[in-house]
């Protein structure tokens, strides 16, 4: 049996629909039947029902974008900064192991030579280089309290995205901002994501820190003639001039904007769909929601 903590989110609902295809028996915590965000709490209650693996894909995300972050930074740092600690205080206990669902958004930019950061990398985008968002500085934050953790995976998720239209959809997202910043991001295909993340455990590779993004980078402008391509949006795509001008304009906190290196998962077994052909194939299969 698998715990899950954060099922009731957008993350979540990812795990939750791999488990049951799997048949895998799970149980969904949410804070108001049991609040596992206490680790007294949580040892008890991973004592009591002993799962073989626990899932955290609880965290604050600000909505509909990090800058909601800077409106509520202590829910933002205990959800990312102090959770993650709290978790680990409480499998250590219990002995269970476990997978935190951390972020590549505690990275800018790429390395010197334009390849990907990858996890001997230190995040360069955090409040210890004072240049970061509230919500960055804390998923960093909550990576550096699980150094040292035993039993754990550390799953970089980067900007998800699907076919299914949502506002948590990355392909949603810039169908729908009436302005786009041009950059360049390596993301991660939320199916493929909770599946390769959850591979990890099965084929029981190494405990430790992975980037689960597709293999690759796209900038803004690429995704957006893919849309074209696609016919799924007709709509006239309109770019900010520069960062300066998103900064003013539109936004409240410096956005992560990187490159990751994916080839540790790979070199476990791990592959995920190249990052083009995967933005393509979402929206070859673009859909609504089911009501
Ligand atoms: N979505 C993204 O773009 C993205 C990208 C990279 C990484 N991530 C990470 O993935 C994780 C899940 O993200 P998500 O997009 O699925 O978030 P979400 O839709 O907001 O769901 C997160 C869940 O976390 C639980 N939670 C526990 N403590 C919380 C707190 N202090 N504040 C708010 N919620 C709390 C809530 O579940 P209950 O109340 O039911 O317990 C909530 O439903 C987060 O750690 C996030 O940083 C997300």
Same mark, same amino acid.
């Given at each position: 049996?698998?715990?899950?903590?954060?099922?009731?989110?957008?993350?979540?609902?990812?795990?939750?629909?791999?488990?049951?295809?799997?048949?895998?028996?799970?149980?969904?915590?949410?804070?108001?039947?049991?609040?596992?965000?206490?680790?007294?709490?949580?040892?008890?209650?991973?004592?009591?029902?002993?799962?073989?693996?626990?899932?955290?894909?609880?965290?604050?995300?600000?909505?509909?974008?990090?800058?909601?972050?800077?409106?509520?930074?202590?829910?933002?740092?205990?959800?990312?900064?102090?959770?993650?600690?709290?978790?680990?205080?409480?499998?250590?206990?219990?002995?269970?192991?476990?997978?935190?669902?951390?972020?590549?958004?505690? *990275?800018?930019?790429?390395?010197?030579?334009?390849?990907?950061?990858?996890?001997?990398?230190?995040?360069?985008?955090?409040?210890?280089?004072?240049?970061?968002? *509230?919500?960055?500085?804390?998923?960093?934050?909550?990576?550096?309290?699980?150094?040292?953790?035993?039993?754990?995976?550390?799953?970089?998720?980067?900007?998800?995205?699907?076919?299914?239209?949502?506002?948590?959809?990355?392909?949603?997202?810039?169908?729908?901002?009436?302005?786009?910043?041009?950059?360049?991001?390596?993301?991660?295909?939320?199916?493929?994501?909770?599946? +390769?993340?959850? +591979?990890?455990?099965?084929?029981?590779?190494?405990?430790?820190?992975?980037?689960?993004?597709?293999?690759?980078?796209?900038?803004?402008?690429?995704?957006?003639?893919?849309?074209?391509?696609?016919?799924?949006?007709?709509?006239?795509?309109?770019?900010?001039?520069?960062?300066?001008?998103?900064?003013?304009?539109?936004?409240?906190?410096?956005?992560?904007?990187?490159?990751?290196?994916?080839?540790?998962?790979?070199?476990?077994?791990?592959?995920?769909?190249?990052?083009?052909? +995967?933005?393509?194939?979402?929206?070859?299969?673009?859909?609504?929601? +089911?009501?």
């Amino acid at each position: 049996m698998i715990y899950l903590l954060g099922g009731s989110g957008y993350v979540g609902h990812a795990y939750q629909a791999l488990l049951t295809r799997k048949g895998i028996p799970f149980r969904n915590l949410r804070r108001a039947d049991i609040d596992y965000t206490i680790p007294e709490v949580l040892t008890t209650a991973l004592k009591a029902d002993r799962p073989e693996l626990l899932i955290n894909a609880a965290g604050y995300t600000g909505k509909p974008n990090v800058d909601a972050c800077e409106l509520h930074k202590t829910d933002c740092l205990f959800g990312n900064g102090v959770l993650p600690g709290r978790i680990a205080e409480a499998c250590t206990a219990a002995g269970v192991p476990w997978g935190h669902v951390s972020s590549g958004c505690i *990275f800018t930019g790429s390395r010197a030579d334009g390849s990907g950061f990858t996890e001997s990398d230190a995040p360069n985008f955090t409040f210890r280089q004072n240049n970061c968002s *509230f919500y960055s500085g804390t998923k960093a934050l909550g990576e550096e309290i699980l150094v040292g953790a035993p039993n754990v995976y550390v799953w970089r998720l980067r900007i998800p995205f699907n076919e299914v239209d949502s506002p948590r959809n990355y392909l949603t997202k810039l169908m729908r901002y009436s302005r786009l910043l041009e950059a360049a991001n390596s993301i991660s295909q939320l199916e493929e994501f909770v599946e +390769a993340t959850f +591979a990890c455990w099965e084929k029981r590779v190494p405990f430790g820190t992975y980037n689960v993004t597709n293999p690759g980078h796209v900038t803004t402008r690429q995704v957006v003639e893919l849309i074209k391509a696609s016919g799924v949006s007709k709509k006239e795509f309109s770019f900010f001039a520069s960062e300066d001008e998103f900064m003013h304009v539109a936004a409240k906190t410096p956005r992560s904007n990187c490159v990751m290196d994916s080839s540790k998962l790979a070199s476990v077994g791990i592959q995920l769909t190249p990052v083009e052909d +995967a933005v393509a194939a979402a929206l070859r299969n673009w859909r609504q929601a +089911a009501a």
